[in-house]
């Protein structure tokens, strides 16, 4: 079973993390704004009423929709989903039905989704770059078929 405070210890380890000062969030700068990438779920307990924070659940970023699929339908006991989330790639998780290792796991790879690629190790991409033709090399054409 895992706690907020393993959530926070665990997210604030991360490099660039931060702590929203408003409410249980943790988001990383990327291009000049904060990426959230866990936050607590704000739950609609009464019809149009203001949702409410639930502190036995959290959300948490997903690279995208078939990955959240994926964890939902593979251990519906941990993972869920609501309307408010549909089409968006992130799931719900009960912080009751995780170990801490699996924790460390979702958080680590949702701060991977909404890092800067400086901060997650990821090459940038090189431009293409064409092989000159010297003057030497032949091209050579190949024989158009025509299509019946």
């Given at each position: 079973?895992?706690?907020?405070?393993d959530?926070?210890?665990?997210?604030?380890?991360l490099?660039?993390?931060?702590?929203?000062?408003?409410?249980?969030?943790?988001?990383?700068?990327?291009?000049?704004?904060?990426?959230?990438?866990?936050?607590?779920?704000?739950?609609?307990?009464t019809?149009?009423?203001?949702r409410?924070?639930?502190?036995?659940?959290?959300?948490?970023?997903?690279?995208?929709?078939?990955?959240?699929d994926?964890?939902?339908?593979?251990?519906?006991?941990?993972?869920?989903?609501?309307?408010?989330?549909?089409?968006?790639?992130?799931?719900?998780?009960?912080?009751?039905?995780?170990?801490?290792?699996?924790?460390?796991?979702?958080?680590a790879?949702?701060?991977?989704?909404?890092?800067?690629?400086?901060?997650?190790?990821?090459?940038?991409?090189?431009?293409?770059?064409?092989?000159?033709?010297?003057?030497?090399?032949?091209?050579?054409?190949?024989?158009?078929r025509?299509l019946?």
């Amino acid at each position: 079973m895992a706690t907020r405070a393993d959530v926070r210890r665990i997210a604030l380890s991360l490099p660039a993390a931060e702590e929203a000062s408003d409410h249980f969030a943790f988001s990383v700068p990327r291009n000049g704004k904060l990426k959230g990438f866990v936050w607590v779920w704000m739950e609609r307990v009464t019809p149009k009423k203001p949702r409410v924070p639930n502190p036995g659940v959290i959300a948490v970023r997903v690279a995208n929709l078939g990955q959240k699929d994926l964890l939902l339908t593979a251990e519906p006991a941990k993972f869920f989903t609501e309307p408010h989330y549909d089409g968006f790639p992130a799931v719900l998780v009960r912080l009751e039905a995780v170990s801490v290792a699996d924790l460390k796991m979702l958080i680590a790879e949702a701060w991977r989704c909404q890092a800067p690629a400086n901060l997650v190790g990821v090459p940038k991409k090189r431009a293409a770059t064409k092989r000159p033709v010297s003057g030497g090399e032949k091209t050579t054409k190949r024989p158009r078929r025509d299509l019946p």
